[in-house]
């Protein structure tokens, strides 16, 4: 299925074409291609080169990791994301680890190393979802994660199923049109909510 962007000015071509799916096929993801998402991943930017994100990787099929991350997220993303192949737990610490002060810039820089991810994936035909229902308190709890540290994200990666897989009402939100608004309406000049004429 594609999906690409309707744009008003040209971007490369990976960005419109990336969408995020509610319907996964069963096809595996190989672990050569999951080792080249995360090592884009890897080289996001961070401030001070701290690299804040920290994942755990569950593949369905392959011991529990998978179930456990399903059963952090929230009703209505497992229903869907059980059946991705891959489910990830986005994490941040929130402390940086050459002085112990609160690293504010943390969860932008998870956001950048995922959004490296997810381009390397379009680039694979691969598809990723990501999801913030999920609870922190049962990722900490099911991981070991410390307390400078907090699963802020869940990720499902696999391949779109376009045929709906049994679900029609997922397979009709993965048909709708995608939608943004305009770059007037969030690129402001002067003051905040007036357009910088872009």
């Known amino acids: 299925m594609k999906k690409t962007a309707a744009v008003d000015h040209p971007i490369q071509n990976l960005l419109a074409v990336r969408w995020s799916p509610y319907v996964f096929s069963d096809r595996p993801v190989a672990d050569e291609d999951l080792r080249s998402l995360f090592e884009a991943a890897r080289w996001a930017p961070s401030s001070y080169n701290e690299q804040p994100w920290r994942f755990m990787l569950g593949r369905r099929g392959q011991g529990d990791v998978h179930e456990r991350i399903l059963h952090c997220l929230a009703e209505p993303n497992q229903r869907w994301a059980r059946k991705a192949p891959v489910l990830a737990l986005g994490t941040v610490v929130n402390e940086f680890e050459r002085n112990g002060k609160p690293n504010k810039a943390a ?92």
């Open 107 to 198: 969860q932008h820089d998870l956001g950048l190393a995922v959004g490296n991810l997810l381009i390397e994936a379009t680039a694979r035909g691969l598809h990723v979802h990501q999801m913030i229902g999920l609870d922190p308190e049962a990722a900490r709890s099911a991981f070991a994660i410390p307390m400078h540290a907090e699963a802020l994200t869940a990720i499902a990666i696999g391949y779109a199923d376009p045929s709906g897989a049994g679900d029609p009402e997922l397979a009709e939100r993965d048909a709708k049109a995608r939608e943004r608004r305009p770059v007037a309406d969030f690129v402001f000049g002067n003051r905040f909510g007036e357009s910088a004429g872009l």
